[in-house]
T-cell receptor
Framework: GAVVSQHPSRVICKSGTSVKIECRSL??????MFWYRQFPKKSLMLMAT?????????EQGVEKDKFLINHASLTLSTLTVTSAHPEDSSFYIC??????????????FGPGTRLTVL | AQKVTQAQTEISVVEKEDVTLDCVYE???????LFWYKQPPSGELVFLIRRNSFDEQNEISGRYSWNFQKSTSSFNFTITASQVVDSAVYFCALSPYNTDKLIFGTGTRLQVFP
């Protein structure tokens, strides 16, 4: 149980285009989903927290107009990188929680999406 | 401030050696949760353990064991008789009270050589 998928696993795009990444909880309903960014050999940086049916909460320094997050259902959240630039190239990881309800639920992570912007 | 420190950036061992990964955290909360995750080369983070601040019992799961010491704010992870498949980056994380957020340490890269 507690499987989270991400699609696509890799994407290469041209500068200026937008890229959508999907995160799905396959066998449970996730009240909360999280989006992280990871630079090579670095730790995970939380970008935003999304709750189903409400606006995402972004961390300080993360541009909400650039990284659009939609949490349309209890099993799907999407991250759209708008007008991508080479500096947006990174490994994006989503996680889903809410399995047990309450705070500090264990987060289950997706396999990540490697974005390369040319 | 809430913070997680993993001072060991890289550790190399030979198979069958025991290895301990250190994790020190900072928080003013009395209720909090601690986690360990494994990130193999494939990139996906694998959940290993979740521990709440009121449970200081050490835990053992197969070759893995965890030592939670509130007095020193540490939550160390030991792998006994390491195997090549244990090679990965291991992250310690803190979830403060009343939040779902995870604060990650910088990770420790473990390489186990045959």
């Amino acid at each position: 149980g507690a499987v989270v998928s991400q699609h696509p696993s890799r994407v290469i795009c041209k500068s200026g285009t937008s890229v959508k990444i999907e995160c799905r909880s396959l066998d449970f309903q996730a009240t909360t989903m999280f989006w992280y960014r990871q630079f090579p050999k670095k730790s995970l940086m939380l970008m935003a927290t999304s709750n189903e049916g409400s606006k995402a909460t972004y961390e300080q320094g993360v541009e909400k107009d650039k990284f659009l997050i939609n949490h349309a259902s209890l099993t799907l959240s999407t991250l759209t990188v708008t007008s991508a630039h080479p500096e947006d190239s990174s490994f994006y990881i989503c996680s889903a929680g809410g399995l047990a309800g309450g705070s500090a639920d264990t987060q289950y992570f997706g396999p990540g999406t490697r974005l390369t912007v040319l | 401030a809430q913070k997680v420190t993993q001072a060991q950036t890289e550790i190399s061992v030979v198979e069958k050696e025991d290895v301990t990964l250190d994790c020190v955290y900072e928080t003013r909360d009395t209720t909090y949760y601690l986690f360990w995750y494994k990130q193999p080369p494939s990139g996906e983070l694998v959940f290993l353990i979740r521990r709440n601040s009121f449970d200081e019992q050490n835990e053992i799961s197969g070759r893995y064991s965890w030592n939670f010491q509130k007095s020193t704010s540490s939550f160390n992870f030991t792998i006994t008789a390491s195997q090549v498949v244990d090679s990965a980056v291991y992250f310690c994380a803190l979830s403060p009270y009343n939040t779902d957020k995870l604060i990650f340490g910088t990770g420790t890269r473990l390489q186990v050589f045959p």
